[in-house]
């Protein structure tokens, strides 16, 4: 698959129409047909409505999507960052405890999960790590939307695997829920997707914000396009370029080139 075939972008009209053009620009229907576990990821950092967190008419539209093509057992898995309240509070403010029973979803607490702990002494900052089991199972999208982020630079596809990590050994030195990688952020999420990155990412980009990924301004005029693909570092790198950056600003993305995908050709 050539680095263009890696993604798929299209423009803005609706989700259910959009989203469908885009998964299909990239066969996601034959992808899926066999799969087992379906992991859909949201970025649900705390309870702010969308722009700033995942949208349930993305979910909506994406689950249907999913059902038309895969009998697949379908969860979506969050762990908030939030530092007052617990994931399944963030949900039901968000909408998505009456998405999850339109649907029959189970929704999941990453932040109370049954962990693994998994090795890899060539990671600097995480030779060795904590995730819920469930992360390492089936089949991960990352459903980001597309934000900067006052430490990453941008938070994306790749900076949404955050949310895997179980405050219990990760909220240290802060009042966030995942406050041990605000020091190093951008090796931590570059060696966080070494142990784990997303099989498919799709980027609502359909707004944006600007300016900070809990607040300020949004891109004016809305980004209006949905980006998705299995190279999470390709559709980052196009993710930064909507935002007007380089690739080349973001230290994680400049780690994941060549490693995690292609931020380029």
Known sequence: MSFKENYS????????????QCLDGISVGKVLKSRKLIIIKPNLVNT???????????????????????????????????????????????????????????????NNEPLSRLRNPDCRVLPDIYLPKIALKGFLISVPVLKKHSLAGVTLSMKNMLGLAPPKHYQQGGC???????????????????????????????????????????????VNKIVAGYDP?????????????SWKEIPHIRMAHGVLGRAEG
């Open 48 to 110: 702010s409505l969308f722009p700033i967190t995942t949208s349930t008419e993305m979910i909506r539209a994406l689950v249907g999507y999913l059902q038309n093509h895969t009998k697949a057992r379908l969860i979506i898995a969050e762990g908030c960052g939030d530092a007052h309240l617990d994931t399944g509070e963030v949900y039901q403010k968000l909408g998505y405890g009456k998405l999850a029973a339109e649907f029959g979803l189970e929704l999941v607490d990453l």
């Open 9 to 20: 972008v299209a423009e803005f009209t609706n989700y259910q129409n959009s989203l469908t």
């Open 176 to 222: 966030w829920k995942k406050s041990f990688f605000h020091s190093r952020m951008h090796r931590s999420i570059f060696e966080l997707n070494l142990y784990r990155k997303p099989d498919l990412s799709i980027l609502d980009a359909t707004v944006g914000m600007a300016d900070y990924h809990l607040g300020g301004s949004t891109c004016a005029p809305p």
């Open 233 to 245: 570092v390709a559709v980052d790198s196009y993710g930064a370029g909507l935002l007007g950056l």
